[in-house]
């Protein structure tokens, strides 16, 4: 499982040309899921996201996690991660979890994570999703399971 962090001074994510889901300060999290992915490593993997250092404290510094600041998080399901580009020009998919099983785990990840965290909006699995975001620093990583 892999999960692309942004942090963001704001995101609006829209479904078919409307508004579905709108954060001020706080994480874009992108997350591909793979065949071998479990829901404990999931929980794990979203955990780190809630605890992830990457606000600045008073001094300047990376100390903050976005529970610390309250921030907000915005969930997206994003299959592309899970890609294989080591080879050719075009990626494969093959690691990537099948779409039915991947859409159950990734809703029991979301009840966690709104269960763990009240300032969670997400997407809609398999939609075509457009977002607007200003990363803030720029400041991306990748985490993995």
């Known amino acids: 499982m892999i999960a692309l962090i942004q942090r963001v001074n704001y995101a609006r994510l829209s479904i078919g040309g409307m508004q579905h889901a709108v954060i001020d300060k706080g994480l874009v999290v992108l997350l591909g899921i ?3 992915d479990t829901r404990a490593q999931g929980e794990k993997l979203l955990q780190k996201v809630l ?5 600045a404290d008073l001094e300047g510094r990376m100390n903050l996690s976005v529970s610390a600041i309250s921030g907000q ?3 997206v399901s994003q299959f592309t991660l899970a ?3 080591g080879r050719g020009l075009r990626p494969s998919f093959t690691s990537a979890m099948p779409p039915a099983e991947a859409e159950v785990l990734y809703h ?4 966690w994570l709104q269960a763990s965290y009240s300032n ?3 997407g809609q699995f398999g939609a075509d999703m457009k977002i607007l975001l200003e990363n803030d620093g720029p400041v991306t ?4 399971a």
């Open 108 to 111: 029991e990840l979301v009840r």
């Open 83 to 85: 890609a294989d580009t």
């Open 51 to 55: 605890d992830y250092r990457v606000f």
């Open 34 to 36: 793979e065949k071998s």
């Open 120 to 122: 969670v909006v997400t």
């Open 141 to 144: 990583f990748s985490l993995r």
């Open 73 to 75: 998080i915005m969930l």
